[in-house]
Antibody, heavy 124, light 103 residues
């Protein structure tokens, strides 16, 4: 079955760039109508959608993070990646990659598959 | 962007009881709402999508209802493993969560 796995540095210094990769295994990132998201969760808090990427490379970003954010896809490696620049302590969180399923074929989707998440700490 | 408001923030019940969780949308979203369960140290798990469709492998005691701006997740008879945090979601927005705790 399809699985997602986040990878990348767990500790990032303030003002530097946070970089994470999500590897899709057990299936192709380009199959079906799925697209792919990053979501984060600070300790003890709720879920925040960061952004998404389509297999074609198109993206949508959270307005609050857009100026610092880049999400890309590498279909040859079956991976998609997140880069968040100029990080502060407020960016410390568990980062999840997830699959979007547009179940109605239009302006709707659920996150039907999730990685286990990786805790990224921003600290000097 | 649609605001989602969940209530109550915390719900204290005993195993075997019925749980009813609410999610209200700031504007009509049709039936385009999903529910997730999150246990400590785990990623969220999709329970319900399109307001009332159970995701693969989800037990029948979980059901969703509603349309427009008011949605409900019902757990008909609580099992010990159901005590967790529940989130509703519409497109890129999540509710703030309801913690279901053992009474």
């Amino acid at each position: 079955q399809v699985q997602l796995q986040e990878s990348g540095p767990r500790l990032v210094k303030p003002s530097q760039t946070l970089s994470l990769t999500c590897t899709v295994s057990g299936g192709s990132l380009t199959s079906g109508t799925y697209y792919w998201s990053w979501i984060r969760q600070p300790a003890g808090k709720g879920l925040e959608w960061i952004g998404r990427v389509y297999p074609t490379g198109g993206t949508n970003y959270s307005p609050s993070l857009k100026s610092r954010l880049a999400i890309s896809v590498d279909t040859s490696r079956n991976q998609f990646s997140l880069r968040l620049s100029s990080v502060t302590a407020a960016d410390t969180a568990i980062y999840y990659c997830a699959r979007n399923d547009p179940y109605c074929g239009g302006d709707c989707s659920s996150f039907d598959l999730w990685g286990r998440g990786t805790l990224v700490t921003v600290s000097s | 962007e649609t605001v989602l408001t969940q209530s109550p923030a915390t719900l204290s019940l005993s195993p075997g009881e019925r749980a009813t969780l609410s999610c209200r949308a700031g504007q009509s979203v049709g039936t385009y709402l999903a529910w997730y369960q999150q246990k400590p140290g785990q990623a969220p798990r999709l329970l319900i999508y399109d307001a009332s469709d159970r995701a693969t492998g989800i037990p029948a005691r979980f059901s969703g209802s509603g349309s427009g701006t008011h949605f409900t997740l019902t757990i008909s008879s609580l099992e010990p493993e159901d005590f967790a945090i529940y989130y509703c979601q519409q497109q890129n927005t999540f509710g703030q969560g309801t913690k279901l705790e053992i009474k």
